[in-house]
């Protein structure tokens, strides 16, 4: 089975400063996901990565994928307050499985 | 778009109870639907994918009699936990797939989440 891990577990960031979290897979990713989750709510989907090298960027988040497509990074620039919360990446194996399998999720603490 | 409403929020009941939770797509069809399990400060755990139409097909060690899905419309997913226990209180989520297709790679929408306690 896959086995998606997430570094790291915790982070506690000054508002405005840039940081990273890592999703490395144990096998080659079909789909790879993040999401954040504020603890006792659902999950917001953030972005979707397919094919090797690619990067998408929304607001000040950034994701990639690698070319192997085992490893994902996503970057937050200038960190806001409403950034904190928890960060899950998930997979799915091949195509036409729809089922993910996540990380155990990164939590960000951003302080003003 | 792509909203998933998880209804309800919030149940607290005695034990022995049934829980009905209602997960639906209000903008888009989904065939797929997902029912997922989180305890406090641990990641998601997948209990069954629910399939408009048929059967559930549900994760190893889920209890299929304990954990009803039904799937009976393209927009409507429910799970019902029967005669529930405080084992079985936790954080309840829902997903749904957009259909477009079976090699289509569609992002998961999450419904808010049902927290279930049992007294």
């Known amino acids: 089975s896959q086995e998606l891990e997430q570094s790291p577990q915790s982070l506690i960031v000054q508002e405005g400063k840039n940081l990273t979290i890592n999703c490395t897979s144990s096998k080659t990713l079909y789909g790879l996901y993040w999401y954040k989750q504020k603890y006792g709510e659902g999950l917001i989907f953030l972005m979707m990565l397919q094919k090797g090298g690619e990067e998408k960027s929304h607001e000040k988040i950034t994701a990639k994928l690698d070319e192997k497509k085992q490893q994902s990074s996503l970057h937050i620039t200038a960190s806001q307050p409403s950034h904190a919360g928890i960060y899950l990446c998930?997979?799915?194996?091949?195509?036409?499985?729809?089922?993910?399998?996540f990380g155990k999720g990164t939590k960000l603490s951003v302080i003003p | 778009g792509a909203v998933v409403s998880q209804h309800p929020s919030w149940v607290i009941c005695k034990s022995g109870t049934s829980v009905k939770i209602e997960c639906r797509s209000l903008d888009f069809q989904a065939t797929t639907m997902f029912w997922y399990r989180q305890f406090p400060k641990q990641s998601l755990m997948l209990m069954a994918t629910s399939n408009e139409g048929s059967k559930a097909t549900y994760e190893q060690g889920v209890e299929k009699d304990k954990f009803l899905i039904n799937h009976a419309s393209l927009t409507l997913s429910t799970l019902t936990v029967t005669s529930a226990h405080p084992e079985d209180s936790s954080f309840y989520i829902c997903?749904?797939?957009?259909?477009?297709?079976?090699?289509?790679?569609?992002?998961?929408?999450f419904g808010d989440g049902t927290r279930l306690s049992i007294l």
């Open positions: 997903s749904a797939r957009e259909d477009r297709g079976p090699y289509s790679n569609q992002p998961q929408h």
């Open positions: 998930g997979a799915t194996p091949g195509a036409g499985s729809y089922q993910l399998t």
